[in-house]
């Protein structure tokens, strides 16, 4: 074993024990699973350092992979074993994927975002996974040519239980799911089919993204289960011929906005809308940021700063015109 990988198994260990024993969850399978995945390589380079700390991280996307602990409790709720058949909705980063294929026969994921299905189905191709499959799609509607599932996850929160996800689980099958409004109190409820009624609980409070359902097919009870591969999210494009533009501003983000992960965050937003520029800590408490691209890129960039990452609180943004530096080259934590 290298030096690395020893270091990782210690920190993974850590975790299990100080995030996740010392808080109740006594499932011995769903620990050994916790202890062997290697969080690390699910989350963007620059956060690996953080990856078995006690919180969810930016994957990009304005979306998180979720606190570990989060992630056992799920697991755990769901009681699932070798002869069990998994759908999992919002696969994100694929760590979650990752737990539930340690202890499952299949587990099949759906993510609404194609960059994160990709990288998450190549991180669990690189380690070797053969019992995960993903799509790109709504998983409001379920995987319906798959179905029944033993146990359906959702990591992403919703007003309701999809009717679709409750009938595709088998008899004795459950599913976990955060009820609420996006970043408010939500509740981790559990249900249970047995027969044709279905017994619901509450477990405990948590804060998820929002489960984001495909407008298109929200009326139609029929549409069939898992979408066909669709485009990215959208990404401010020029017409060809189109004049070129630039906008350059610079930027001061006030409120609660060091110490959660907002640069890197940016960092990941701005290199997704293709903009130039850095994010800095300011000696204030408050983040600069200088931001250099198309217009369009840089307005969707100032709407993503006026709501940061989850863990950040912005009151206020400041922004002005700033000349442009023609000496970047990509997007930095600076
Ligand atoms: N378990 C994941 C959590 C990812 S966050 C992890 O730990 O990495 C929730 C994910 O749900 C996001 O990636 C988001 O894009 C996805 N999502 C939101 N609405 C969805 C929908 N209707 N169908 C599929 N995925 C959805």
Redesign the pocket.
């Known amino acids: 074993m290298t030096a690395g990988a020893s270091e990782t198994g210690e920190r993974r260990h850590l975790m299990v024990e100080e995030q996740l024993v010392r808080r109740g969850i006594r499932d011995e399978d769903v620990l050994a699973a916790m202890r062997s995945v290697p969080r690390h390589l ?1 989350v963007p380079a620059g956060l690996a350092p953080e990856a078995y700390a006690d919180s ?1 991280l930016p ?1 990009g ?1 304005g ?4 606190q570990p602990y989060m ?1 056992a409790l799920m697991t755990s709720l769901l009681e699932v074993d070798v002869r069990s058949r998994v759908l ?10 990752a737990v539930l294929a340690e202890l499952a026969g299949e587990v099949y994921s ?4 194609v960059s ?1 299905e990709e990288a ?1 189905r190549a991180a669990l191709a690189r380690l070797g996974y053969h019992n995960t499959h993903t799509v790109i ?4 509607q379920g995987w319906r040519e798959e179905a029944p599932f033993d146990a359906i996850l959702v ?2 929160a919703a007003p309701e239980a999809p009717p679709p996800l409750l009938e595709q689980l088998a008899d004795g099958g459950r599913l976990v799911i955060p009820l609420g409004r996006p970043s408010r109190d939500q509740t981790l409820m559990v249900y249970e089919r047995n027969g044709d009624s279905i017994a619901e609980r509450s477990e405990t409070r948590c804060r ?7 407008k298109r097919r929200e009326e139609g009870p029929a549409a069939v289960a898992a979408a066909p591969r669709k485009a990215a999210a959208p990404r401010p494009r020029r017409a060809p011929g189109e004049e070129v533009t630039m906008k350059t501003v610079s930027v001061g983000v006030h409120g609660r906005v060091q110490g959660v992960y907002y640069r890197a965050s940016a960092r990941l937003e701005g290199e997704r809308l293709g903009l130039r520029g850095w994010a800095h800590n300011a000696s204030d408490g408050s983040v600069a940021l200088h931001l250099q691209g198309d217009p369009a890129a840089v307005d969707a960039m100032l709407a993503w700063c006026r709501e940061g990452p989850p863990a950040a609180r912005v009151s206020r943004v400041e922004v002005a015109d700033a000349a442009t530096d023609e000496g970047l080259s990509g997007f930095e934590v600076r």
């Open positions: 699910f969810p994957i996307h979306q998180t992979i979720s992630v999992e909705i919002g696969s994100g980063s694929g760590y979650q994927t759906i993510e609404r975002l994160l998450a799609g709504d998983g409001t990591a992403a998820f993204v929002p489960l984001v359902p495909d």
